[in-house]
């Protein structure tokens, strides 16, 4: 090859990679989030009060401790024995968190007080049904890990799950209603295809998602 056809080759291979790269997005690194502010917000009475569903989002995004403090919030660990905000049949804390944001998936790691990569691409478009999850800067993605649910059967293991689940979206709702966030939980969600997406495996279910914002107009 000629010098000059290779320096052209060398710059369009360079051009092409790095238009891949981006294209493809960066690879997520873990994320170590501020260490949550367990005080402060709303009296309990007045985020009930203030607690609803809002379906239209602006899509400013959260601050690193307002997304920790909103994980915190949902079930993050209240205690040294490793328990949690939200109580879960038999401590099996069964219900892992998947946090979609523009950049990618995270898997919220209460323990560690991180979020784990899962990918790098923005799913939240198909969190929901619903075309306003788009829109939303995080949406919660709960599923359910049945491997974690010893000894139950598969009646109990639906049934718990989404038990568990509900305790987890209401305190994201109340979370939500202290700090001035839009909210709404969703069950109108495609299961099958959120499930291959995630690649999540068989014995791992959607429960729910819900996403969160500020109030858009
Ligand atoms: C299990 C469950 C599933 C829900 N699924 C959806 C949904 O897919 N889409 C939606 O817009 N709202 C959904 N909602 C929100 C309800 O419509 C909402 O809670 C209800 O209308 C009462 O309004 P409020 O939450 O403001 O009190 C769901 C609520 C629950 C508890």
């Known amino acids: ?17 790095a238009f ?6 960066q ?8 260490q949550p502010q367990t005080d402060g917000g709303k009296p309990l009475m007045q985020a009930l009060k203030a607690r609803k ?26 205690r040294p024995d490793g328990k949690r905000t939200a109580p879960t049949a038999k401590n099996w804390q069964e219900i892992d968190i998947y946090v979609a944001l523009e950049e990618g998936v995270y898997l919220y790691d209460a323990q560690t007080n991180t979020l784990q990569p899962v990918m790098a691409k923005d799913i939240r478009a198909a969190a929901g049904r ?3 999850t788009q829109d939303a800067p ?12 010893r000894g139950a059967d598969k009646n109990s293991r639906e049934f718990y799950s989404a038990t568990d689940t509900g305790f987890i979206s209401q305190n994201v709702y109340l979370f939500c ?9 969703l069950g109108y969600v495609n299961r099958p295809a959120l499930a291959e997406l995630l690649n999540l495996k068989s014995t791992r279910y959607i429960i729910l998602s819900q996403p969160v914002g500020y109030p858009g107009k």
């Open 53 to 78: 569903s809002s379906r239209v989002f602006s899509n400013k995004k959260l601050s690193p401790q307002t997304l920790s403090n909103l994980l915190w919030a949902a079930f993050g660990v209240n």
């Open 20 to 25: 891949a790269a981006v294209g493809f997005g």
């Open 130 to 132: 619903q075309k306003f």
């Open 177 to 185: 209603a202290s700090e001035g966030l839009a909210t709404v939980v």
């Open 138 to 149: 995080v949406n919660l993605i709960f599923v359910a890990d049945f491997d974690r649910m």
């Open 1 to 17: 090859m000629k010098k000059r056809s290779l320096a052209v080759y060398s710059c369009t291979l360079a051009l092409f990679l």
């Open 27 to 34: 690879k997520l690194e873990i994320v170590k989030l501020p």
